[in-house]
Every structure is written in C-alpha cells, then in structure tokens.
C-alpha cells in the first residue's frame, strides 16, 4: 500500500532561518501530494499541493516541489516566524489506493 | 463560504457507552472523510463517504459506523466505546474523490476530542 515518511521532529529554529521538512512517499501510481499544518486545538490546515511530477505547490512562503525521481515532496521556508510554530503533516492520495496516506508529522519550534 | 464544522467539539463518556458525531461539510463538496488522530498512531483514516455512498474504509473494527445524508452532512458513530477510542476526531471535505486531481484536496474541521473513561 502507500506510505508516507516524514522527519522525525521536533524541529527547532531561530526566526528568520531556513526550514526544510523531508517526505519521501511509496506509492504504486501518480498521486497527488500534499503539505497541512496543524496548530494547537485546532484541525489541520492545508498549506499547498502538487498533482503532477514537477509541480511545485506554494503558499504563505512555503514550498513543496514533486519529485518523482526521488519520491520526494520536501517542504521549504526561506525565513521562518515565530507564528510558523506547527505541526506539518505530509500526505498523499490516489496513486492506486483511495486511502488517504499520512505521515506522522514534524512538529516545528521557532524561538524569537 | 463556512468551513468544514463539527459538533460537538468535546465529549466524555464511559466505557461501554456509544457515542454520535456530527460533521458539516464545506457547502458543494460531496465527499466527507473521517479520521482517527492519536499521539501513538497518528491519523488514521476511519472512511469515506460520497453522495450517500460509503467509498473508502479503513482498518477499524465495526464499532466504528458512519452515514451521509442527502445535504452531505455525515455522522460517525462509535459503539461500546474503549478507552483506546480516546482521541480526537477530524472530519474532512473535498469536492471530488481521490483520484479527481483537481479537486481532491481535502478540508479539515475543527475536531471532536472524545475522551473515554
């Protein structure tokens, strides 16, 4: 089936640092990919989504490029806030399963 | 346009009980998913359900039901609650079903944090 594998967290930065998430994906067709954020009490958020090989998704700052070669779908920030402070949550769906897949989540700390 | 809400957003009951949760999906979307979200195991995905039509279902034992009525509000239910039932529940919409690459995308709710003891 497919899976999703995410860093192991938490992450923890100073504002205005780089922040890369890693997740890799398994998959047996071409699903689509997407990154949600979820902050405390609250459901989770989506942040942006690719469909296609190469897409790139971006929202609020961030990015995600699709890589197909790779399995990859790594999310990117150039400078991070203290507001960013989240879990992010990688995940899949279609491919050749109608299950949604996701990781377990990368919790991010930014210290001012 | 309103966003994916549920009701009620926290629970307790004691083991044995059954419990009833309601979701109201995005207005136009069809598909309803519902989700398990737990420290040890993450999210996991309970079902889905489609105009009406229970499309996808995860691996949960038959404790855990659900419906879909005609306006797409949906409902899960949990019979003879467990305290390893403790969790809390999303609920998500999209327009289309999984393999619809333009409108898969999926919009959380709030969650409803049940709490078994």
């Known amino acids: 089936g497919n899976s999703v594998t995410q860093m192991e967290g938490p992450v923890t930065l100073s504002e205005e640092a780089f922040l890369t998430i890693n997740c890799t994906y398994t998959a047996t067709g071409y699903p689509s990919l997407f990154w949600y954020v979820q902050y405390p009490g609250e459901g989770l958020q989506l942040l942006l989504k690719a469909t296609k090989a190469d897409d790139k998704g971006s929202n609020k700052g961030f990015e995600a490029t699709y890589r197909k070669e790779t399995t990859s779908f790594h999310l990117e920030k150039g400078s991070v806030q203290v507001s960013d402070s989240a879990v992010y949550f990688c995940a899949l769906r279609g491919g050749g399963s109608y299950i949604p897949t996701f990781g377990r989540g990368t919790s991010l700390i930014v210290h001012p | 346009k309103a966003g994916v809400t549920q009701t009620p957003r926290y629970l307790i009951k004691t083991r044995g009980q059954q419990v009833t949760l309601s979701c109201s999906p995005i207005s136009g979307h069809r598909s309803v998913s519902w989700y398990q979200q737990t420290p040890g195991q993450g999210l996991q995905f309970l079902f889905e359900y489609f105009s009406e039509t229970q499309r996808n279902k995860g691996n949960f034992p038959g404790r855990f039901s659900g419906r879909q009525f005609s306006n797409s509000r949906s409902e899960m239910n949990v019979s003879t609650l467990e305290l390893g039932d403790s969790a809390l529940y999303l609920c998500?919409?999209?327009?289309?079903?999984?393999?619809?690459?333009?409108?898969?995308?999926?919009?959380f709710g709030p969650g409803t944090r049940l709490t078994v003891l």
């Open positions: 998500a919409s999209s327009l289309g079903l999984a393999g619809d690459r333009v409108y898969n995308e999926q919009f």
